[in-house]
């Protein structure tokens, strides 16, 4: 699968974005799909994950109540919706797909098999 992510721009604080990371292929809904990012001189962080039919969703304490992640398998497109955005929310976001997910393993980077460019969020106070 091929990952496109889109959205990025440059925001006051306090404010809202969304994402959206669309997916190449008619067989988006096998895969769990992840957002992670990386601030300047930092490794990459989990921020987000959405299970195939998008009951289940995971996040990242950091963003949780504040980012919200969603799918349609329509559009073959996941979305992460950020709000009541912070200077510190400031970073590359990258979406990532993978087929099968152990429990407990969302927030790990080398449990995703595909990834996508990143698209920059830039956070100013």
């Known amino acids: 699968v091929q990952l496109q992510a889109s959205g990025g721009g440059v925001v006051q604080a306090g404010g809202s974005l969304r994402l959206s990371c669309a997916a190449s292929?008619?067989?988006?809904?096998?895969?769990?799909m992840g957002w992670f990012r990386q601030a300047p001189g930092k490794q990459p962080d989990f921020v987000a994950a959405?299970?195939?039919?998008?009951?289940?969703?995971y996040y990242a304490d950091s963003v949780k109540g504040r980012f919200t992640i969603s799918r349609d398998n329509a559009k073959n497109t996941v979305y992460l919706d950020l709000n009541s955005l912070k200077p510190e929310d400031t970073a590359n976001y990258y979406c990532?797909?993978?087929?099968?997910?152990?429990?407990?393993?969302?927030?790990?980077?080398?449990?995703?098999?595909?990834w996508g460019q990143g698209t920059l969020v830039t956070v100013s106070s």
């Open positions: 990532a797909a993978t087929r099968s997910l152990y429990e407990g393993r969302h927030k790990l980077r080398d449990s995703y098999s595909y």
């Open positions: 959405v299970t195939w039919t998008g009951i289940k969703t």
């Open positions: 292929g008619r067989t988006f809904s096998s895969y769990v």
